[in-house]
């Protein structure tokens, strides 16, 4: 079931493509197709690699409660600071993740980085407490907002029964598991609509926003910088809630090996979402100031409902099924992006070898892909998800930093290494300097959750060598794994 490891495969400053256990080898690999041989199709072009990326930052986040930044600076001067500043820092990170997609063209993401950086052992750790806990966790949040917003306009007048929103909930994740099963084309072709309808959500508020600006509704941004002072704490704490926000830029590595020309689109795609990403954000939480004032935003359960009801009338009711399709968006680029580091780990030998199958017909990573949807139905229908997403929040932090240190030392260790694309050095290193703050504050501000995140994650280490390492294994223990 589980297989010997692979090493890492950058060797004397180039790059190989690792194997793929005798049959599905990386598409770059530069051996001669076998025939009859399965592989990925590349079929990411430059606009549908945009559409990844933006279609999977744009969540429910944005539209719901962006008041954890103004909470925690005190100020709407400060708080739109803020949300510039982690822009730039996401766009940074993005960068970084430009280089290595480019140096390093092998799909997988994070776990890819980190098995050539660093070797098997921390790369095994992430992928098993991804495929167990945070992506079952975060898709199923995600997935009840979706609900939950999709049931909005029909249960206007009283609040939703929560069985209703699970409900739906489960058939809108079965929905995304089904479409990426199917159709690499159609999941991208929905992306690509998704996002735009995404976008569409945002220009209904920004272009009010502006419009009220040019009355000269400014009254909000007078003395923008006055207010409660941010605590030592609560800045830094802001900065996480705001890099959260940003969080989804790295999913277009995950599907490197399915991307056209990737020396090119890559960095073009990741530049052009992160500008347009940070831009829009921005300009939506002026337009949220120009009708709401800082004290009712915080009051707010979901700030663009009531910024819409404010100005549009009934035209709000569109609103909550914008936000819904932005969730749907975020749901099907997550699932796309993330089953192709479970079917990279199950090639290098660190999942379930049926993983790196690949449909003979429909060219999907199936298994890769069904394998999420028992373990997010459990989240859904019996999990705390919040606290499992608190427990490990610092964990996604805590490797993005490892990844981008990674970069730094791949630079050491292989300078010759080919690379298209290269970004200046003190970007990687304020970066992932920037991600291993947090993960420390979050290890201070709250040691408990935290704690439990960083043993949950260490759970990876004794299921490396149980799985991976032990050759000698009982024969009962085969059976029970299915060998």
Known sequence: MFRKAAVPTVSNGSYFQGQANGKLSSMDSGQPAQEGRVVLKKKVTLLRGISIIIGTIIGAGIFISPKGILKNTGSVGMSLTVW???????????????????????????????????GPLPAFVRVWVELLIIRPAATAVISLAFGRYILEPFFMQCEIPELAIKLITAVGITLVMVLNSTSVSWSARIQMFLTFCKLVAILIIVVPGVIQLIKGETQNFKNAFAGNDASVMGLPLAFYSGMYAYSGWFYLNFVTEEVENPEKNIPLAICISMIIVTVG????????FTTISAGELLLSKAVAVTFAERLMGNFSLAVPVFVALSCFGSMNGGIFAVSRMFFVASREGHLPEILSMIHVRKHTPLPAV????????????????????????????????????????????????????KVPLFIPALFSFTCLFMVALSLY???????????????????????????????????????
């Open 370 to 421: 069904i394998v999420l949807h028992p373990l997010t139905m459990i989240m859904l229908f019996n999990g705390d998800l919040y606290s499992l997403l608190n427990f490990l929040s610092f964990a996604r932090w805590l490797f993005i930093g490892l990844v981008v240190a990674g970069l730094i030392y791949l630079r050491y260790k292989h300078p010759d290494m080919p690379r298209p694309f």
């Open 445 to 483: 501000a709250d040691p408990v959750n935290t704690g439990i995140g960083f043993a949950i994650t260490l759970t990876g280490v004794p299921a490396y060598y149980l799985f991976i390492v032990w050759d000698n294994k009982p024969k009962w223990f085969r059976k029970l794994l299915g060998k």
């Open 281 to 288: 954000y921005v300009l939506t939480n002026v337009a949220y």
């Open 84 to 118: 510039t500043v982690c822009g730039i820092l996401s766009l940074f990170g993005a960068l970084c993740y430009a280089e290595l997609g480019t140096c390093i063209r092998k799909s997988g993401g994070h776990y890819t980085y980190i098995l050539e950086a660093f």
